[in-house]
Nanobody, 115 residues
Framework: QVQLVESGGGLVQAGGPLRLSCAAS????????MCWYRQAPGKQRELVAT???????TYADSVKGRFIISRDNAKNTVYLKMNSLKPEDTDVYYC?????????WGQGTQVTVSS
């Protein structure tokens, strides 16, 4: 079992930055890739960024060049640094941890970008 707890969401003005954190606990040695997703009400959950256990990163086109995913294995934490935020980035952001047998999810953290 893996537990994920997100933090760092909130209200920010357009153009501003915000950093999300996701702390993992439990069977952390089983975790491979970690990801950030986001979801608006009534819409499908969207993959925002992925970082593998080797540190390779990929991004959705909508956030490429603005968001940076990173992980600190010593702290069992993954981060999402969001720059140049836009109102369309407003969503609930979820942390995801991938193991060989399961996908684990955090509870989500709300990000609201005002124009």
């Amino acid at each position: 079992q893996v537990q994920l707890v997100e933090s760092g969401g909130g209200l920010v003005q357009a153009g501003g930055p915000l950093r999300l954190s996701c702390a993992a606990s439990g069977n952390i040695f089983s975790i491979g890739a970690m990801c950030w997703y986001r979801q608006a009400p009534g819409k499908q959950r969207e993959l925002v960024a992925t970082i593998t256990d080797f540190g390779r990163t990929t991004y959705a086109d909508s956030v490429k060049g603005r968001f940076i995913i990173s992980r600190d294995n010593a702290k069992n934490t993954v981060y999402l640094k969001m720059n140049s935020l836009k109102p369309e980035d407003t969503d609930v952001y979820y942390c995801n941890a991938v193991t060989t047998s399961h996908n684990y999810w955090g509870q989500g953290t709300q990000v609201t970008v005002s124009s």
